[in-house]
């Protein structure tokens, strides 16, 4: 049995929503953070979102691989700079990007930019993805702790994403998905309002045996994003897996 919920909200500060997610496809599970000012952020969240949904929906039987992932971030790219083409005012848009399929028993994911992914089995959270953000760069040289990463001034800045560039880099992994399996993915509007030790305890605290309990955690998470201050959009997906 697998059981899913997503939320995105407008936080306290911007004007604008430019998270997206996209659960139109079963058993795919994508969302993005958009950054390029009002109107391009959206767009360009909107775009990936879509484009990554469209390009597995396309297919009778959608075959989900690494590769596969890749290749469907590759046409959000592309998707993403034609529409700069058109709309020169919006050349600086792009946007995070981060999806996780489920098949034959495995978790495969991919992911761009500082939006993430999370998996908490046996008790334990545990951040899959790494940020590609220039704060999480000084985290791997030493030079900051993630405490610190938490409220420097320049922890917003990724070095990363989709649509800026011809070339992209994505990141892809997998791994076994097992009985009691959570899944979160979520974008910095989350992670970087709730730390990792709330979201652990919030998660491990809730049954998540029904479509409900699970819509309950979804806004424990919200509130928890509120009660920190909302200072960028927020976006989650849940993802439940029992045997």
């Not at 009691?180 to 730390?195: I, N, R, Y």
């Not at 309950?216 to 998470?221: D, F, K, Q, T, V």
């Amino acid at each position: 049995m697998i059981l899913t919920y997503g939320e995105s909200e407008r936080g306290l500060v911007r004007k604008a929503n430019e998270d997206a997610i996209n659960l139109s496809v079963e058993n795919l599970y994508i969302l993005a953070d958009g950054m390029g000012g009002y109107d391009g952020g959206q767009i360009a969240g909107t775009l990936a979102v879509e484009s990554v949904g469209h390009f597995f929906s396309a297919s009778l039987e959608p075959a989900f691989s690494e590769e596969s992932l890749k290749e469907a971030f590759y046409a959000a790219n592309r998707a993403i700079l034609n529409e700069k083409k058109d709309h020169p005012e919006w050349k600086s848009m792009g946007t995070t990007l981060a999806a996780a399929a489920l098949s034959e028993g495995r978790v495969l994911w991919a992911h761009v930019g500082d939006s993430r992914l999370y998996r908490f089995q046996d008790g334990r959270l545990e951040q899959i993805t790494t940020d590609h953000s220039f704060v999480m760069e000084l985290v791997n040289e030493g030079k900051l702790s993630r405490e610190e990463m938490r409220v420097h001034p320049r922890k917003n800045e990724i070095t990363r994403a989709v649509g800026i560039g011809e070339i992209l880099e994505v990141d892809t992994g997998s791994f076994d998905l097992k009985d009691g399996t959570f899944l979160l993915l979520c974008s910095d509007g989350v992670s970087g309002m709730v730390e990792d030790c709330d979201l652990e305890s919030l998660i491990a605290s809730s049954p998540r045996k029904t479509k409900e309990e699970l819509k309950e955690l979804g806004r424990h998470i919200m509130d928890k994003v509120y009660e920190a201050g909302a200072k960028d959009n927020a976006s989650f997906i849940l993802i439940q897996y029992w045997n």
